[in-house]
């Protein structure tokens, strides 16, 4: 066996190309040249390929076609929905429900809205990561129009109740939008069975490749278009179409449902095998997230008496790629918007490091990543100021 030099261990940030997506988009690229909006044969033949994708990213989730709209990945999706279904509906009311933990993409999004008069109720999490349902049914009033809440978290992956909260959505006649960005073959969907109104995608996060996604959304639903020029996208998203991505993206999401399962089945156990050497060799770890209401290939830990920054970087000399929870803002260490919510003390929070693990990510590697992680958090330990531990937490 080869020896292991390097584990990429952030594929909730993005992922590797599957080997079948890049011989379609290879040979896409080669033959369909064309602009799909062409009366031409070239054209034609791009605007069958960027159909036919259509197809298969409607068949993956239950809707059909015509509601599939293409974009340039889940950022766009989620500012499309959120503004352009708000903006579009400002004469039914003005107000929006979404969550404390959403990606920056929706946070952002909803503070444009407020700087248009729009008011945003950011419904709190608990200690687990999950929507406070209650809090969320008491929010709503006569002028909400729109609910947003994502399917599953990014950083500390707990899955959100999304029926119990379409349902409800539905009963009180408000727009329902997901963020499934993470959740895409880990979770099934079927949009319409599961009375969702909008949900944005991206597909370079389930092998395929980055710059495009896509926003489902429910026939009839009133939206504002957010890029204005020529008509693709059935007028509402201009622009000319990313023909091969799109050909990547639906050879992407048809193998992450089809693989659904198996690739779950795989997780769990490198999950429990990673937890379990974890605990057995470093102390003072902590746990974030759901422990079972969860997306299988995120671990999301707390090292007391460390900055997760510094054990970063040592990681990465050691040949492990991870994430932290804080971001570098102005200068200083920002403890992350999630986990802040979730309650974990600032410096708990900032002590925090994402593994996220793959479909191929073997035990080999997982002791690899253990290995280099006991190192690290060693060194980091032995020179941090920080050296009260204040409980040993069991994983
Ligand atoms: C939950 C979630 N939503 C949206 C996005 C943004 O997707 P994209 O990178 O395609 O813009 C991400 C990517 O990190 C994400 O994790």
Redesign the pocket.
Known sequence: MEKITRVYADY???TPLSADVYREMIDCLNKNYGNSASLYKEGREADAALEEARVKIANAIGASPSEIYFT???????NWAIKGIARANRSKGNHIITSAI?????IESCKALEKEGFEVTYIPVDSKGVIDYTALVKAIKPETVLISI?S???EVGTIEPIRAISELAKMNDIAFHT?????IGAIPFDVHEMNITAM?L????IYGP????ALYLKKGTKIERMIDGGSQEKGLRAGTSNVCGAVGFGVAITNAVRDLEENNKKLKNIRKYFLKEVSDKIHNVSLNGHPTQRLLGNVNLSFEGVEGEAVLMMLDNLGVSVSTGSACASGSLEPSHVLVAMGLEPEIAQSSIRFTFGKDTTNEEIDFVVNALHKAVKKVRSVSAVRIYKNKVEL
Request: avoid cysteine; glycine fraction near 12%.
């Open positions: 909730a940030a993005t340039s990945g889940g950022s766009e999706a989620n959403e990606h920056h993409s929706v994502m599953a978290n990014n963020d499934a960005v993470q959740a944005s991206t597909a370079h996060k980055k710059g495009i996604g």
